[in-house]
């Protein structure tokens, strides 16, 4: 049988997805193309609004798969707004391209969803990652109206791609069939974070920024955004002020001086330097606990959260973090807290140390069996499931 032409349609390249596409180009019995919306590296420079400064990945995004970028003619490109995608010639590539699949990365911006609610050619498939772990605070008219919208969206796909136990509990709570739900994990490129000479890196940084080797290091990594909490993080640290441990913040974002000002004074907080994608795998190995207090329903996931544990480092994260169900095994893989709690932050801060002090290599061990289910490979293979599942549908019973 002929592989299927697969195409896949979403917003940028991006550190995360880029290496899996090239993984599905090589084993994915597919052919197999990218259809980006937006070329974020020509725009303003790479400008990000969160990061708050301009920013080029400096990881090869685009070798090693077949890919184009589809014009944008919205007047402000990006995915800061809904209007940002707006690619008018998209349907017509992709006709002329006949895939016999279409995988479509989120539906919230115009393009997306002018695309799911139109396209007719070919079955449609869904991977995004949504959840309903925060509380929806919109009117009970809005919640409503959201509902039905996203039901009537949904009855477009043939099939969803879930990331994990949240996402699949999203679809199922709006009618979606568990027949239509197929798991494709959330990942990172895991091997990364184990490749030789990451640990001795990660050793010689902690020594460059001045921390005692003696210290447990507990961490934050992301941008410096209010959803992302790492205010948050600082005043449960102080109020714990563990006396064998350093808080390090990795990152930059629109919050850097708020957090300059709350470390003030303290040789036990520091604020790190921007850290490119190269340098993330020492970043994260310099750690002996990262934790994720994100609040709110924006935190779809939370990858980070993958590109510690595959370094090998035990997670603290909010229960607004869509990964938790997933990654966090209660004191075996991590812990959680309830978001916006920051007394239970730092209490569970404060026991999450004591494990490590204790336990650390039986975390090690169980958090790489954990994150070995967070795959490339593991996503190609359900994913391919999900393929031949379109194109072999069960035989429906004879009335």
């Not at 400008?47 to 400064?53: A, K, Y």
């Not at 080797?213 to 992301?222: D, Q």
């Not at 869509?322 to 893989?333: K, Y």
Request: proline fraction near 8%.
């Amino acid at each position: 049988m002929t592989p299927p032409r697969l195409a896949i349609v979403t917003s940028h390249p991006t550190q995360y997805y880029a290496p899996w596409f090239r993984h599905l180009a090589a084993h994915l019995a597919a052919d197999l193309r990218v259809h980006y919306l937006w070329d974020r590296e020509a725009g303003e420079g790479a400008l990000d609004p969160e990061f708050g400064r301009s920013v080029r990945w400096d990881t090869d995004l685009l070798d090693g798969y077949a890919h184009e970028f589809v014009p944008n003619v919205s007047s402000h490109p990006g995915t800061q707004r809904f209007g940002g995608l707006h690619n008018p010639s998209l349907p017509a590539r992709l006709s002329a391209w006949e895939p016999d699949v279409l995988l479509l990365f989120g539906y919230g911006w115009r393009t997306p969803l002018q695309l799911a609610l139109a396209w007719r050619r070919c079955p449609l498939v869904l991977r995004g990652d949504s959840h309903d772990l925060a509380p929806d605070k919109r009117s009970l008219p809005g919640r409503r109206l959201g509902r039905l919208a996203r039901r009537i969206v949904f009855r477009r796909f043939a099939a969803f791609a879930a990331v994990g136990a949240a996402n699949r509990d999203h679809y199922l709570s709006h009618g979606v069939p568990s027949s239509r739900i197929f798991p494709v994990p959330h990942c990172v490129d895991n091997a990364r974070f184990t490749a030789p000479g990451v640990r001795e890196a990660a050793l010689a940084w902690r020594a460059e920024l001045g921390i005692p080797a003696t210290r447990l290091v507990v961490g934050f990594a992301g941008k410096f955004i209010p959803k992302k909490q790492p205010d948050a993080l600082i005043r449960a640290f102080r109020r714990l002020a563990p006396p064998d441990a350093a808080l390090l913040l990795i990152g930059d974002g629109t919050l850097r001086p708020q957090l300059e000002k709350l470390a003030e004074g303290r040789r036990d907080i520091l604020l790190a330097p921007f850290q490119n994608q190269s340098a993330m795998p020492r970043a994260l190995a310099a750690l002996d606990l990262l934790v994720l207090p994100s609040l709110g329903p924006e935190e779809t996931w939370g990858l980070v959260v993958n590109e510690a544990m595959a370094a090998g480092v035990p997670c603290l994260v909010s229960t607004h973090a869509g990964c938790r169900a997933d990654l966090i095994e209660e004191d075996r893989t991590g812990w959680s807290f309830p978001a916006g709690d920051e007394a239970a932050l730092a209490a569970q801060l404060g026991r999450s140390l004591a494990a490590l002090r204790e336990r650390r290599l039986e975390f090690q061990r169980r958090i790489a069996h954990r994150i070995a289910r967070y795959s490339y490979a593991q996503a190609t293979a359900g994913l391919q499931v999900l393929l031949d599942a379109l194109r072999n549908p069960p035989a429906q019973p004879q009335r």
